[in-house]
């Protein structure tokens, strides 16, 4: 009995201990000595090392396609998908205690421990327009986490995703391989990424006489300042967005914008467009889906690249546009000339938030 008894107490205290060193390590800040960064899309793959092993983290939507206006209409409650993995193994990290925090536009919306025993986490957003995110779900008894899967995710309600634009992530990785295997301070990797809420736009413009509805979507950030002029046939719209070339540099970026035009109108009527981003020319990067016979979506889509061209002479040459919020891109859209050359078939594209874009032909190259 004694044996026994002394055993127990040996192992009560080796428990005490780990615990009391997990509450130590996740109580006080960490140096962080890797940082791994992504802006702007619906799914993010950031790369990372730990130790010998790759060490990525995968942050995505379920479904891939988010707007203000599915998530008004349909009620949707979308997942975020959060899987740290060895990309040369594809093989999840298991045990992984994630410190997530979510803000939009400098407001820390949420911030908290998360478990999952399988590496894969499921935060499930129910859109509530609230002054704070109430966490629903069990929590993992040894390390007190939030535990979730994505067959049982945690569900996050609150002010996520209420409203369209870039939201903002950090994810530090507390453990891997076990509940308790705290990582040494320098493996502690701080995962920094922005996903998108598509910001939908509806307007009625005058053409020839008619009212004809307008719907634009932004991937980026919330849109503003639309106008049109139906003798120039020229549509403007506006988001905010920083022009800084370090950060633009130091993340993974994608803008993109889709406007949505029925068909049959002076507007749409050469099934071409050109457009310019804060006067800068951008026809090469537009692509028209004529698939609908009823309307045509164009896509305004500017890869990381061609973001940083236009930064470049952003920059250097003085044309920067603000309004009363700070510096903002700004989006030029008008009917080209009939366009020689298109492309149909349909177009595969890596990005989540693209969806399903059909046939579709080129930006007119006229300028």
Same mark, same amino acid.
């Given at each position: 009995?004694?044996?026994?008894?002394?055993?127990?107490?040996?192992?009560?205290?080796?428990?005490?201990?780990? +615990?009391?060193?997990?509450?130590?390590?996740?109580?006080? &800040?960490?140096?962080?000595?890797?940082? !791994?960064?992504?802006?702007?899309?619906?799914?993010?793959?950031?790369? !990372?090392?730990?130790? $010998?092993?790759?060490?990525?983290?995968?942050?995505?939507?379920? &479904?891939?396609?988010?707007?203000?206006?599915?998530?008004?209409?349909?009620?949707?409650?979308?997942?975020?998908?959060?899987? +740290?993995?060895?990309?040369?193994?594809?093989?999840?990290?298991?045990?992984?205690?994630? #410190?997530?925090?979510?803000? =939009?536009?400098?407001?820390?919306?949420?911030?908290?421990?998360?478990?999952?025993?399988?590496?894969? +986490?499921?935060?499930?957003?129910? &859109?509530?327009?609230? $002054?704070?995110?109430?966490?629903?779900?069990?929590?993992?008894?040894?390390?007190?986490?939030?535990?979730?899967?994505?067959? =049982?995710?945690?569900? !996050?309600?609150?002010?996520? #995703?209420?409203?369209?634009?870039?939201?903002?992530? *950090?994810?530090?990785?507390?453990?891997?391989?076990?509940?308790?295997?705290?990582?040494? !301070?320098?493996?502690?990797?701080?995962?920094? %990424? @922005?996903?998108?809420?598509?910001?939908?736009?509806?307007?009625?413009? *005058?053409?020839?006489?008619?009212?004809?509805?307008? /719907?634009?979507?932004?991937?980026?950030?919330?849109?503003?300042?639309?106008?049109?002029?139906? /003798?120039?046939?020229?549509?403007?719209?506006?988001?905010? #967005?920083?022009?800084?070339?370090?950060?633009?540099?130091?993340?993974?970026? #994608?803008?993109?914008?889709?406007?949505?035009?029925?068909?049959?109108?002076?507007? *749409?009527?050469?099934?071409?467009?050109?457009?310019?981003?804060?006067?800068?020319?951008?026809? =090469?990067?537009?692509?028209?889906?004529?698939?609908?016979?009823?309307?045509?979506?164009?896509?305004?889509? +500017?890869?990381?690249?061609?973001?940083?061209?236009?930064?470049?002479?952003?920059?250097?040459?003085?044309?920067?546009?603000?309004?009363?919020?700070? &510096?903002?891109? @700004?989006?030029?859209?008008?009917?080209?000339?009939?366009?020689?050359?298109?492309?149909?078939?349909?177009?595969?594209?890596?990005?989540?938030?693209?969806? %399903?874009?059909? %046939?579709?032909?080129?930006?007119?190259?006229?300028?």
């Amino acid at each position: 009995m004694r044996c026994r008894g002394f055993a127990s107490l040996v192992s009560f205290i080796s428990i005490s201990i780990i +615990l009391v060193c997990f509450i130590v390590v996740y109580t006080f &800040p960490l140096p962080i000595y890797n940082r !791994a960064f992504a802006d702007g899309l619906s799914q993010e793959q950031i790369s !990372a090392s730990m130790g $010998s092993r790759k060490a990525d983290l995968l942050i995505k939507t379920i &479904p891939t396609v988010v707007t203000t206006e599915t998530i008004q209409a349909s009620k949707q409650k979308p997942t975020i998908e959060f899987r +740290l993995f060895d990309s040369n193994t594809n093989k999840s990290f298991s045990h992984v205690n994630y #410190f997530i925090t979510i803000d =939009k536009n400098g407001k820390v919306l949420l911030s908290d421990w998360f478990h999952s025993h399988n590496g894969d +986490l499921g935060l499930q957003v129910d &859109p509530v327009n609230t $002054s704070k995110v109430e966490l629903i779900g069990e929590h993992e008894p040894l390390v007190g986490g939030y535990l979730g899967s994505l067959d =049982k995710p945690v569900i !996050a309600e609150g002010p996520i #995703f209420v409203n369209g634009g870039l939201y903002h992530f *950090t994810v530090r990785v507390g453990t891997v391989d076990c509940d308790t295997c705290i990582l040494p !301070a320098e493996q502690q990797h701080l995962y920094d %990424s @922005s996903l998108s809420i598509g910001s939908v736009l509806n307007r009625q413009v *005058t053409l020839n006489d008619r009212q004809v509805p307008v /719907k634009v979507i932004s991937y980026y950030d919330k849109l503003k300042n639309f106008t049109f002029d139906n /003798k120039t046939m020229q549509m403007q719209f506006t988001m905010p #967005f920083n022009w800084n070339l370090k950060r633009i540099n130091s993340t993974n970026m #994608f803008v993109h914008q889709e406007v949505y035009v029925p068909k049959s109108n002076a507007f *749409t009527s050469n099934g071409s467009f050109t457009g310019k981003v804060n006067g800068i020319d951008v026809t =090469k990067q537009i692509v028209v889906d004529n698939s609908n016979p009823g309307r045509d979506i164009i896509h305004v889509m +500017l890869p990381k690249d061609n973001v940083l061209k236009i930064a470049d002479q952003v920059n250097r040459n003085e044309r920067m546009v603000n309004d009363s919020a700070g &510096p903002i891109m @700004s989006f030029e859209l008008q009917p080209g000339q009939m366009s020689h050359a298109t492309t149909s078939g349909n177009m595969s594209m890596s990005m989540g938030s693209m969806g %399903s874009m059909g %046939s579709m032909s080129t930006g007119s190259s006229s300028k």
